[in-house]
T-cell receptor, first 110, second 116 residues
Framework: GEDVEQSLFLSVREGDSSVINCTYTDSSSTYLYWYKQEPGAGLQLLTYIFSNMDMKQDQRLTVLLNKKDKHLSLRIADTQTGDSAIYFCAAGAGSYQLTFGKGTKLSVIP | DAEITQSPRHKITETGRQVTLACHQTWNHNNMFWYRQDLGHGLRLIHYSYGVQDTNKGEVSDGYSVSRSNTEDLPLTLESAASSQTSVYFC???????????????FGPGTRLTVL
């Protein structure tokens, strides 16, 4: 089955850019997602990218997809303390189910 | 506004007791999911449903059951709670009818369950 991997921790200074990386194994994954989880809360959908796209930009967020290497990244420009959270990468193959990575905890240093 | 709610938000119970966690969504979504979140494991799928009267086992279904008698609700029951089921539980829903995307899931706020 699908396996989604991401690094567990990332620490950046306020104002810098953050880049969170993710790899997946199933080449038939159609939709790739980024979710954000703040302490004590559920997962909030940040953005997603369809597999026929290379890049998607939404305000401070940029998603890059390298389908050949099965690599997905989320770049957060001008990172703020409010961006401190756990970020989950997820992959879906059009079967209604998602496979999640273990999450990357982003810490923003003021 | 449409939403997905879970209750209770926190629950403490004893080993061997039956526990039911509620999940209610007002989006009229056909698909509903239950996950548990544990340190080092991320999110793991427990059970899911693609419509009324439909239920399916996920990756970690042992000791859990669900029923789907209407579109809005998917209660999760722990038949005989065990300490290993101490976790944070999330409910999610999705609508395969949304144009161009079949997989996007929307999550509830979670229930923190402690089994003593």
């Amino acid at each position: 089955g699908e396996d989604v991997e991401q690094s567990l921790f990332l620490s950046v200074r306020e104002g810098d850019s953050s880049v969170i990386n993710c790899t997946y194994t199933d080449s038939s994954s159609t939709y790739l997602y980024w979710y954000k989880q703040e302490p004590g809360a559920g997962l909030q959908l940040l953005t997603y990218i369809f597999s026929n796209m290379d890049m998607k930009q939404d305000q401070r967020l940029t998603v890059l997809l390298n389908k050949k290497d099965k690599h997905l990244s989320l770049r957060i420009a001008d990172t703020q303390t409010g961006d401190s959270a756990i970020y989950f990468c997820a992959a879906g193959a059009g079967s209604y189910q998602l496979t999640f990575g273990k999450g990357t905890k982003l810490s923003v240093i003021p | 506004d449409a939403e997905i709610t879970q209750s209770p938000r926190h629950k403490i119970t004893e080993t061997g007791r039956q526990v039911t966690l509620a999940c209610h969504q007002t989006w009229n979504h056909n698909n509903m999911f239950w996950y548990r979140q544990d340190l080092g494991h991320g999110l793991r799928l427990i059970h899911y449903s693609y419509g009324v009267q439909d239920t399916n086992k996920g990756e970690v279904s042992d000791g859990y059951s669900v029923s789907r008698s209407n579109t809005e609700d998917l209660p999760l029951t722990l038949e005989s709670a065990a300490s290993s089921q101490t976790s944070v539980y999330f409910c999610a829903s999705s609508d395969p009818g949304l144009a161009g995307n079949t997989d996007t899931q929307y999550f509830g706020p979670g229930t923190r369950l402690t089994v003593l």
